[in-house]
Structure formats: structure tokens, C-alpha cells
């Protein structure tokens, strides 16, 4: 009794319109939906299962850093964001009021938390034994300004974190912003096997508010950056407006540093432009949820025996969360096209004749390469695959990452360049104009000037004048 | 060099001013703190912790049944709240507005999700085997009501979580309603150590738009019943104003059933109330982040000693996240207070002449009980302690709840019960008239119709008519 209904599989190519076929992936996949308001989205269980890897993995790192998690309110008074100048033109455009008012004062959906954490920092720090003081939060923010929604990419809501610190000095505050900026590093690089470029970003680029922000950015298969994190040192900025002073060990009042540092959702989009395929989804083993699927191959003869060699395999591969698809209104193609398309990392196929062998078949969901394995070397050959799989998938985009990077000594190489979709690393004078000329006769922007870069000069790309390092710049998301 | 400023202690006394007592404790042992906005609060790390232990218990239990976790979005539209008429009337007074619409219409912050989630559902449901649908999702509500702030009891924002489960027929979504609820109960009595009674609310109780509210009660020190809990048979109310169908084996239509069940931030309220005292807050070890402190009696000639064996006993106790108190400008009896104001289960007190004799002194928070352990029993006598704490812990409260409940064979006991604080059992008719009036001239209400209890009857404490069961009261929060 086999299901007579097609499975709805991706139609659309990644390398014919990828757009569309990200959005298939997404939506196929299930890993999330449109919500009946513009700009919002609905996380479903195999999205949020990712999102629930990645917290658990930067939940542990930063508890290492001895940052607590905490949770601040939603709204936000009006006069808060009227204290930091550059901030609150910043965000303005992209509030959220509500109608009702408090005492008068309006009230916004918070857009990031920065205001709000640090009026109730200045009662909270007093002395230096108070620092460093450091906070997270796992919360979803409201950004108006999104006109057309991507999917994990581009939504008025999304999930996100925020860290919030503050220091006695700014060494301190700086080294700590790059620590977490690195931690992001570790978590695209190790985790969901996304290689990233680490750098500052230009002034056009900063958070509004900030001294300096750090970034690390990927670059996506349609040509386009994505920024996957940023850490901010935010300077004495905020701590002067919202008055976080402390008394040092001398007993003298000192003004704080603090930084802020934050990655979303968006993540998992990038996760998805990546890795997947025309068949759908490809995860990475270390951030899928359950890493194998024992599919039995079913004839009415040998089905007992099949589906108990079945059951036996996913006991001894438990801990990988492995489990059998005994249902039977469903052929094995189906099957195997379903998983494929949900990204499970590895299927293995179970049939009679595989049981006379005391094999079963082991299929990698990135390459598609077989193998037949003995039952009694199965949970050590998973092991192996899963790795050496984690291994590839990070190698092909670093591969992809280098292939797509050019360097430009000209304008006209520049533009090429942009035409071309690559990522551009060229000479840059960081002025407002020549970032804004790019801007616009290219559409990409600065995406950061990334660190390590040996002492060079050379002529900035734009206008020929002296520039005293390089920039990378892309189209991006 | 003793710090001079004084530790401030919790002043007010729980038996004595019970409210003030209880905004000290949460303040001072660092859970919580006011926002600048009326109504909303601020989560601190020891207070975030207590909720992240809450969240990894609850997440594994209903992940055992089977519950996905999700993210919906935090904006609901005006025309989803007029679908389920009581459901509308219900939190229309409560709800915050934004002032931007989305094509002509108003959008409101969720004050729970059943409606965006039930529209949803209508999509996602198609067939039988779409079905049990389990989701679950983590987040903030709003509620604009409270006029009053009590931190973690009554604040218009609050975390929470809210289950939302469709089925094929009405006996699965009752059983598994009363499934979840059990799963609270398990909750409050083994992780918090709290206990509870579970029924059944009445009409006037019930949560709007649902045909059955089941709920677990706490009692509280003060003589107030506390709502730990929910769950809720929605029938099909939702399910045909939303449209919630599937195709059942035969291939016939069929409107769904649904249960939605929800717990939050409040049982951290409940956990301090139950517990602490005029010290400061008190945890059941379970819950406790970390199970105990180590504070060294330093004294100059044997501190490196001292310190160096206080680090050992912390390495062997390291599975229980025991820490060594090692700060030099604070004395132990300042370090005592503030263990115990924080709510450390165990405190180890390790001086030059424990050293002598091999062994800790190990003191219990609750009870304040001393004894010495031998060093190389430290593992086993914490391991203990703990258990028997957690287990003495649950006891006092369940004599207290018992100590708390009288029966009321007429209204004049009724009264005299309500007026002395206790839970009240009494038969009581079910009437909508009866309910109001002991609303009205007790200021008690009905907190549930206990499951379980056998055939019985008798007259109504309210109006003396026929009653085919009993109900607690009591004053609540």
C-alpha cells in the first residue's frame, strides 16, 4: 500500500534561480514558514531544533567567559533612546511604537537592548569589584524597516542573542569584544562548517552608537556577503549617557567601557545557501539533530526479519539519535528522497540481501557515496563518516570561499569584480565619500577590513589616494 | 583587610511582613529588579538560572512526549482575535497595540498564541497522519491588566512556555492534557519542591474559549492559593473558527480537537515564597545552580594551608559545582550571610583546626544544622545532605499545605475558614450564582474541583442545594 501522493521535492536549481530555491529548501525542508504578517515568520521544529543546537553550543562557551544569562524587558521607554544621539537616529526609523503610553512617554518594542541594560547597569555597578559585568540574552527583537521578507535572512522579528559588558579599562573591553567575536568564528567554522573572514568594519558600517565594530562575514553561493556576528566596543559612549561610572581601587570615580556583541537567526539561513542541494537540505553532522536514518528495504517475505535488523542497527547507533523508518504505506524511494530533502547526514539501507552479508548500506546525504558496512563496524564507520563528512563540508566552502575572492589594483578590476559577484579585497582610504561612491556606482559595500593585514600601503581604489590597507567588498544580504 | 560596608541583609521577617519580606528576598538575593516601566521586570542572572533549570527539566519531559519546540511570531492581528468570540472577550482589555498597522489593520503584542498558532495549524494539518500535532514554543507574553507590580507574580510582561497540541478525537487531547499537567505537577513537587493539588477549574475559572481548564494549585505562606499550572481541553472551539481539518482513514473531513497548556516565570515567585526565610532565599538542591560554597577560615599563619585544602575539597566536589570562597577583604561571617542570603544548599566551612582533624564542617541552609565530614567522605555526605534535603524540603511544605486545609460543612465555617487564611474543601453546586457570591463576600474563588474524589454528595456551602462534589477556596494570587 504505497502512498500515491509525490512527495514535494525542490523544484527550482541552486545554480539556476537561487533565490527560489532557497526558499523551497527552507519551506520543504521545514524549517519555517511565512506568517499572515508581512515581515514576520513562524520557526518550525526542524528550524528551531538548529537554533536550539547553536544556543546550546554558545551557551556553553560564554558560561566559559563567565557571562550570565539574564532577560530585560520587551519595551523600551522613549527617553532612552533620546540619551545616545547617534543610536537613537540610528533605530529611529525602524521602531515599533505601541498605543499605549506610560505616564505619557511612549514605549517601543525593543530593536536591541543596549538603552535598557545600561539605565539599570548604572544602579547595578558601583565599584570595581562589580566588573567586569558581563550579560547575555536570548530574545527576539523587532526591526521595522524590512520591506520584503527572506526567510531567516530579512524579517521585521528574529531571534537572536546580545551579549552586554562593562570594564574598568578599554583594554580590557577591546580584547573582550574580540574574544567573543571569536567565538562566532569557532561557532560558523566548527559547528555549521561556515568559514569566515574576521575583521573591523569601516565607519558607514559601524553600529550606531559604537567606537568600533568587529565582524565576521561568509560569503554565500549567489555571490552576495552574509554577516554572520558582530561584536561592538561601544567605547564610553553609552556608559556616559546612561552614567556608568564606578569608584576604582583608589576610590576615584571612573567612567566604564562596554561592549556588545550579537548573532541571530540568520545563521541558519546561511546554514541552508551553503551546504544544501537540488535534493534540499545537507546539514552538518555536529549541528543535526539526529545523524542517521536506517531506511529497511521491504518485501512481504523478509519484512520481519528486515524491520528487527533495523530495529537492532538504530539501538546500537543511539547515541547518534539514529532511528528506522518502519512505515509501510511509504516505498524506500520515498523514503530516501524524504530524508534527503530534511538533511539527515547519513542513511543507511537494510535489505534482505544486505542481512545475508550482515551489512547494511551507508549513503552520505552530501556526496551521495556508498558503501556497504558490516553491522559489527557500523557505529565506528558512522562515527568516521560523520567526521570526515563535517571535514568536507567545511573544506568545499572554504574552497568556494577562496575561489570567489579576488584582488583588485584598479578601478576597473574593482568593478569587474563586483560584476563578476566575487568578494573584492582592495587598497581603501576609508573616507565617508569613497565608501559611498562605491556604494553606489557598484552596489556592494565594505564588508570589513579584515585583521592580520601585514603594514602595506597602497592607492585607494576609489580615488587613488593614499590608503593605508586593504578592504574586502561584496554585494550582501 | 575586612571590607567594612555591612551585607544588607533581608530587615522584614516572613511571618511577620510577608510582602515586604518576599520583595527583599528577590531583590537582595539578585533574581530580579524593577524596570523603569511600570509592570515589567528585570531577570537576573540568579534568577535566569532558576528558570534555565526549569526550562532543561520541562524540555526533556516533553520531549519524552514527543513536543517539538518552536518560535511563533510576537505580533497577532485584530481579525484573529474576533474569530474565537470568548477568546476575544477574554484578553481584549489586556492587549497592547502597536500604533503601525499592516495594511489597514491593528496588530497586537501576543498575550498567548493560540490564535496565530490555530491559523497556522489550518495550513500545516491535512490528514490523519498529520496528527497528534505536539508544539511548544518558549517566549514573553504580554498582558497590559496588572496595575501592580509583584516580581515574578504579577508583571505585564512574563516568561512563560505554552504547549499547543492537535488530535484526531476528544479522548486522546484530554488524556495528554491531563498528561502535560502531570508533567507540571512532577515539576513542582520533585525539581521545586513544592506541593500541589490538581483538579479541575470551574466555569468562571476557566480560560476563555476552552471547554475543560485543568489546573495545579499551590499554597502559599501568607494564606494565598497560587496557579502553578494549566492545561486546557479546547474541544473544538478553535479548531472550527480556525479551521483546523484533516482527513481521517476513511478519507472524511473531520474537525480537530485541541489542548493547550502553559507554565511560567511565576513558579520562581512560588519557589521563593514556599521556602526561604528571614536569611535570605532557600533552594531545594536540585534547582540550586551550584550545591555548595566552600568559605576557608583564614588566619595569617595556616591561609596557604587553608586555601590549598579548600581547593581540593572543591576539585572533589566539582560534579556539584562547589566553589571556593577565596576573597580575601571579606570576612567568613560575611561570606556566611551571603551564601545563605543567595540560597547555596550546602556551606563547607574549612579552618586551620578541620585541617588538624581531616574533616569539613558542612552546614545545611534549611535547617541550619552543623556537622563535620571527613574529608574523604566530603562526595558521599554532600551527595546525602542534598537528597535529604530536597526530600525534607517537599515535607515541610506538604505539612504546611495539609497543617493549611480545613473542610466547611457550612457557611459559617466557610467564612471562618477563608477569614483565617486556610485552603477551604467544601461541596459546592457549580453554580455561576453561587461562585460570585463567595467572590463576593469572602474575596475567595474557586481554585479547583480536585480530581479523584469518590461518588459523593451533599448540599452547596453557598446556597444549600444539591452538590455533586467539593471544591477548595481560597484567597488567591
Given amino acids: 500500500m504505497v502512498e500515491k501522493e509525490q512527495l514535494e521535492g525542490i523544484t527550482a536549481k541552486k545554480w539556476g534561480d537561487f533565490s527560489e530555491w532557497y526558499n523551497q529548501v527552507v519551506l520543504k525542508a521545514g524549517l519555517a514558514d511565512y506568517s499572515p504578517i508581512k515581515g514576520f515568520m513562524v520557526v518550525l521544529p526542524r528550524g528551531y531544533a538548529l537554533w536550539e543546537k547553536i544556543q546550546k553550543h554558545f551557551d556553553f562557551e560564554i558560561a566559559r567567559h563567565k557571562v550570565s544569562n539574564v532577560y530585560y524587558p520587551l519595551l523600551i521607554p522613549e527617553r532612552f533612546f533620546k540619551k545616545e544621539a547617534e543610536h537613537a537616529a540610528g533605530f529611529a526609523p525602524e521602531l515599533a511604537w505601541l498605543e499605549k503610553k506610560e505616564e505619557g512617554e511612549r514605549l517601543a518594542i525593543r530593536p536591541t537592548s543596549e538603552t535598557i541594560m545600561y539605565d539599570s547597569f548604572s544602579k547595578m555597578v558601583r565599584s570595581w569589584r562589580d566588573l567586569p559585568l558581563r550579560f547575555n540574552q536570548w530574545c527576539s527583537v523587532l526591526r521595522w524597516e524590512v520591506k520584503q521578507t527572506k526567510l531567516f535572512l530579512r524579517t521585521r522579528e528574529f531571534l537572536w542573542q546580545e551579549g552586554h559588558c562593562v570594564y574598568e579599562n578599554e583594554a580590557d573591553c577591546v580584547s573582550e569584544a574580540l574574544a567573543f567575536l571569536n567565538e562566532y568564528k569557532k561557532l560558523c567554522e566548527e559547528l555549521l562548517a561556515i568559514p569566515v573572514i574576521a575583521g573591523e568594519k569601516t565607519v558607514l558600517e559601524r553600529f550606531a552608537g559604537a567606537k568600533q565594530t568587529f565582524t565576521i562575514e561568509a560569503f554565500m553561493p549567489d555571490g552576495k556577503a552574509l554577516q554572520m556576528g558582530t561584536s561592538h566596543n561601544l567605547g564610553q559612549n553609552f556608559a556616559k549617557t546612561f552614567n556608568v561610572k564606578f569608584l576604582d581601587k583608589g576610590g576615584k570615580e571612573q567612567t566604564a567601557w562596554q561592549n556588545s556583541w550579537g548573532m541571530s537567526t540568520r545563521l541558519i539561513g546561511a546554514l541552508v545557501m551553503v551546504h544544501s542541494d537540488d535534493k534540499g537540505l545537507v546539514l552538518p553532522p555536529k549541528v543535526a539533530p539526529a545523524k542517521a536514518v536506517i531506511v529497511p528495504i521491504l518485501f512481504e517475505k523478509s519484512k520481519k526479519e528486515v524491520l528487527k535488523k533495523a530495529m537492532e542497527l538504530s539501538e546500537q547507533l543511539v547515541e547518534f539519535g539514529a532511528f528506522v523508518d518502519a512505515r509501510d504505506n511509504y516505498s524506500a524511494g ?52 560523520l567526521e570526515q563528512m563535517q571535514k568536507d563540508m567545511y573544506f568545499r566552502a572554504k574552497k568556494f570561499l577562496e575561489k570567489s575572492t579576488v584582488g583588485a589594483k584598479n578601478w576597473q578590476e574593482f568593478e569587474q569584480g563586483i560584476e563578476e559577484r566575487k568578494l573584492v579585497l582592495a587598497f581603501f582610504c576609508e573616507k565617508k565619500d569613497c565608501e559611498e561612491k562605491i556604494r553606489q556606482k557598484t552596489t556592494a559595500s565594505s564588508r570589513c577590513i579584515p585583521f592580520g593585514q601585514k603594514n602595506a600601503a597602497g592607492k585607494c581604489v576609489a580615488c587613488g589616494q593614499a590608503a593605508n590597507g586593504k578592504s574586502f567588498f561584496a554585494k550582501a544580504y
Same sequence: chains 1, 2.
Fill in 334 to 385: 520515498w523514503k530516501f528522497n524524504e530524508w534527503e530533502l530534511v538533511g539527515v547526514p547519513v542513511r543507511f539501507e537494510v535489505g534482505p540481501k544486505d542481512i545475508e552479508k550482515k551489512q547494511a548500506v551507508l549513503v552520505r546525504r552530501d556526496t551521495g557515496e556508498k558503501r556497504a558496512v558490516k553491522f559489527l563496524d557500523a557505529k565506528k564507520e558512522l562515527a568516521k563518516t
